[in-house]
C-alpha cells in the first residue's frame, strides 16, 4: 500500500466515522433496540453495492470511498456489542436484530450492486 492509498484511508474513515457519529445523534434508539447502528450498516451495506458496481478494483476513488469512509462508517463491532448488550435482556430482539442486520444488509448489497449496474448501463 502506497502513502497515498493510507492516507486515504485515514480521511476517508475520519469522514465516514463523523458521519456515523451524526446520525447516532440524529437516530435515537427505541429503547435498548441500536436503530441508529443498525440504519447506518444497511445504509452502507447500500452504498458499498453501488460503489462495487461503478468503482471494479482498487482505484485510488474506491479505497478513498470503500475502505476508508464507508468502513469508518459502518460498525461491525456497534453491531456485536449492541447484539451481545440486547441478548442479556432480551434474546427473541437480539435474534431479530441480527436477522435484520445481516439480512436487510445482504439485501441493501444487491441493491446497491443493481443501482450501480443500471446506471453504469445506462451511461
Given at each position: 500500500?502506497?502513502?497515498?492509498?493510507?492516507l486515504l484511508?485515514?480521511?476517508?474513515?475520519m469522514?465516514?466515522?463523523?458521519g456515523?457519529?451524526?446520525?447516532g445523534?440524529?437516530?435515537?434508539d427505541a429503547?435498548?433496540?441500536?436503530?441508529?447502528t443498525?440504519?447506518?450498516?444497511?445504509l452502507?451495506?447500500?452504498?458499498?453495492?453501488?460503489?462495487?458496481a461503478?468503482?471494479?478494483?482498487?482505484?485510488?476513488?474506491?479505497?478513498?470511498l470503500?475502505?476508508?469512509?464507508?468502513g469508518?462508517?459502518?460498525t461491525?463491532?456497534a453491531?456485536?456489542v449492541g447484539?451481545?448488550?440486547?441478548?442479556?435482556?432480551?434474546?427473541?430482539?437480539?435474534?431479530a436484530?441480527?436477522?435484520?442486520?445481516?439480512?436487510?444488509?445482504?439485501?441493501?448489497a444487491?441493491v446497491?450492486v443493481?443501482?450501480g449496474?443500471?446506471r453504469?448501463?445506462?451511461?
Amino acid at each position: 500500500m502506497t502513502t497515498r492509498r493510507l492516507l486515504l484511508v485515514i480521511l476517508g474513515g475520519m469522514l465516514g466515522t463523523a458521519g456515523r457519529l451524526g446520525i447516532g445523534l440524529l437516530v435515537p434508539d427505541a429503547g435498548a433496540f441500536p436503530v441508529a447502528t443498525l440504519a447506518v450498516n444497511l445504509l452502507g451495506a447500500l452504498l458499498i453495492g453501488v460503489l462495487a458496481a461503478r468503482l471494479p478494483g482498487a482505484s485510488d476513488l474506491r479505497v478513498f470511498l470503500g475502505t476508508g469512509m464507508l468502513g469508518g462508517f459502518t460498525t461491525y463491532s456497534a453491531f456485536a456489542v449492541g447484539a451481545v448488550g440486547l441478548w442479556t435482556d432480551a434474546p427473541l430482539i437480539a435474534t431479530a436484530y441480527v436477522l435484520l442486520t445481516l439480512g436487510l444488509g445482504i439485501i441493501a448489497a444487491l441493491v446497491g450492486v443493481r443501482i450501480g449496474r443500471t446506471r453504469r448501463s445506462a451511461e
